[in-house]
């Protein structure tokens, strides 16, 4: 009898102390994971928290500014005018608004194609604002001296400068034979804002000119014939009186109203 008690007693105190050690060994379980399960834990950690990246002395953003515009980019060809005649072996002014700063030249282009014709000038210097031309060549490059004559027709003029803008246009206009210029009888100089002569007689058939030889544009405004014309400094303008019928008639300068022409047509 007393055996079995013994065995019972033992293994009563084994159970518990198995028991004891079970509850020791379970909580360090549970915060002891295996690698596999913290791996799985930290990543759904991860996928839930938002990436926080912390960035120090960040690099301010650049932006982007237009470049300052060169004073070629507000250049205008003021002569020739829209529909002005130069006249082939006579000396014609080309003009624009202000000096460029650059360096360039000037060529000439075919109004009709669109293609280069040749080179007026292949040299304008920063500070030039008007070159005279002979309208009687131009040469075959910029850089090829060797020239070539022009005919009649109509054309652009075109200045190029050394720096990367677009290249300054002028109006269209004309190049014509002296042949093909009516004759003129008389002629009345626009000089001082005043017009001398002031008054001409005419037969009918006769042509008049009218000069501009002021620094200054005039708009010339007529009564009773033809329409209104702007005269650049070195222009002109012809009245051609075949179509008038016999009377008179009024030319006068816009700005200046005391700058008048009074014809009288027979």
Same mark, same amino acid.
């Given at each position: 009898m007393k055996k079995p008690i013994i065995y019972l007693g033992v293994g009563g105190v084994i159970i518990i102390v198995l028991l004891i050690l079970l509850l020791a060994i379970k909580p360090e379980n549970e915060t002891n994971?295996?690698?596999g399960e913290n791996s799985t834990s930290t990543t759904a950690q991860q996928e839930e928290q938002p990436e926080l990246t912390e960035t120090k002395n960040p690099t301010p953003s650049k932006t982007t500014t237009n470049p300052p515009k060169t004073q070629a980019?507000?250049?205008? &060809? *003021?002569?020739?005018? #829209?529909?002005?005649q130069f006249i082939t072996n006579t000396n014609n002014l080309i003009k624009w608004s202000k000096e460029p700063?650059?360096?360039g030249g000037i060529y000439l282009v075919d109004a009709?194609?669109?293609?280069?014709?040749?080179? &007026? *000038?292949?040299?304008? #210097?920063?500070?030039q604002t008007s070159y005279t031309w002979d309208t009687r060549d131009v040469a075959l490059s910029r850089t090829n001296s060797s020239r070539k004559n022009i005919s009649a027709g109509r054309y652009i003029?075109?200045?190029?400068l050394d720096k990367p803008v677009a290249d300054i246009q002028s109006a269209e206009f004309s190049i014509v034979y002296p042949s093909q210029v009516p004759t003129i009888k008389y002629e009345a100089?626009?000089?001082n804002q005043t017009l001398s002569p002031k008054t001409l007689i005419v037969n009918?058939?006769?042509?008049?000119?009218?000069?501009?030889m002021d620094s200054v544009s005039h708009k010339i405004i007529p009564s009773g014939f033809g329409s209104i014309t702007t005269l650049a400094p070195g222009g002109f303008m012809n009245i051609e009186t075949a179509n008038m019928t016999a009377g008179v008639y009024e030319?006068?300068?816009?700005?200046?109203?005391?700058?008048?022409?009074?014809?009288?047509?027979?």
């Open positions: 994971q295996t690698p980019q507000s250049i205008a &060809i *003021t002569i020739p005018v #829209t529909g002005a700063g650059i360096t009709a194609t669109g293609s280069t014709v040749g080179w &007026i *000038t292949p040299t304008i #210097t920063a500070h003029i075109k200045i190029k100089t626009l000089q009918k058939g006769e042509v008049v000119a009218i000069k501009n030319y006068h300068s816009e700005s200046y109203p005391t700058a008048k022409l009074t014809l009288t047509v027979k």
